[in-house]
């Protein structure tokens, strides 16, 4: 068994209360595109080609977050890539994913309460928020969404579809197979993979979703034992906006 083969423990998703009183420092890092970024590191801009509103047709992260998601594809072995399917969203796309969840929660639990649903909710999306303290991890740009693909493009067997909520999208989930088949086999390989490359660089997993991987969050400040997040809530202006910008400021 190498390096990248190592079983994935079942480790137990955040405190969320104590996440969030992590401090938050942001360390000013800019937001970078990928969309020139050569292999082995691809770019597939998932809710774009889903159809999510406001979704972007290019994936950003912040610069620190870049380089390290490099350096986790130089770890792959020939023939496999590192695929980026989505890095920081607008706060109009975190909402409209939330929402979506919810409603889909509350048609199928009628009777549960708020509490209840945003627990359910939360092992899967978390809650929009621009709040410097306690800023959704997407929206800082230090959390991105990633699988494997081959040489070719074709995306590797995970076990589920980015974004599957069902309990086989937690990250250790094969694991307790005890005879995995061949399929089960391939994906349990294939995760272990994605995990080792991408934690050997620096990030950290959310365990209930095997794509989701943070670096300077609170939510990797939280299982990396730091006493601080590197990046806040941040914003990608459009053109119009840093003109403006810049005209104000040359005003004064």
Not at 224 to 235: M, R, T
Request: proline residues 8%; glycine residues 6%; negative net charge.
């Amino acid at each position: 068994m190498n390096f990248l083969s190592q079983p994935l423990q079942s480790l137990p998703e955040p405190d969320w209360q104590q996440v969030q009183a992590i401090p938050v420092v942001d360390n000013g890092d800019p937001l970078v595109p990928l969309g020139l970024v050569p292999p082995p590191l691809r770019v597939y801009p998932a809710y774009f080609h889903l159809g999510v509103p406001g979704a972007l047709t290019e994936c950003y992260v912040r610069r620190s977050v870049l380089q390290r998601l490099q350096q986790a594809a130089t770890l792959l072995p020939s023939g496999t890539e590192l695929v980026v399917l989505d890095g920081w969203r607008p706060f109009r796309v975190q909402e409209y994913l939330f929402e979506t969840l919810t409603d889909a929660l509350k048609r199928r639990f009628p009777d549960e309460d708020d509490q209840h649903l945003l627990a359910r909710a939360r092992h899967f999306v978390s809650v929009p928020s621009t709040d410097e303290n306690a800023p959704s991890p997407h929206l800082t740009g230090g959390a991105v969404d990633v699988c494997l693909c081959d040489g070719n493009g074709q995306l590797l067997n995970m076990g589920t579809a980015f974004d599957d909520i069902t309990p086989w999208s937690y990250t250790a989930a094969f694991e307790a197979v005890v005879k995995p088949g061949a399929a089960e086999a391939e994906v349990i390989e294939n995760r272990r993979l994605l995990h080792s490359c991408m934690t050997r660089a620096g990030f950290t997993n959310l365990p209930s979703e095997w794509w989701h991987y943070d670096y300077g969050t609170q939510n990797w400040a939280w299982y990396s034992q730091q006493p601080a997040a590197l990046f806040g809530a941040v914003q990608q202006h459009s053109l119009a906006e840093r003109w403006r910008m810049q005209v104000d400021a040359g005003n004064r």
